[in-house]
């Protein structure tokens, strides 16, 4: 299995394209509508979120790190 070791997006008029480079130096582009955009930031977040007190061990009492909107 090719292992991804960097990706960018670019905005176009229309739609985004991912472009995803493997550890062979592989580029690979995806051209994506902004619906198809939205449905991969949800399933990542959706993932990360389930995952989230596992894989970093966050405790309840812990402070948490927000990055500011603006």
Known sequence: MR???KFSVT???EDFVF???DDAGQTTDFA???EQF??????LDELLSENEDDEFE???DEPVYQ????
């Open 38 to 43: 939205d449905a991969v930031i949800d399933a």
């Open 67 to 70: 990055k500011p909107l603006s």
């Open 32 to 34: 994506a509508s902004p």
């Open 11 to 13: 905005v176009r008029e």
């Open 19 to 21: 472009h995803l480079v």
């Open 58 to 60: 966050i405790e309840d």
């Open 3 to 5: 292992q991804l070791i």
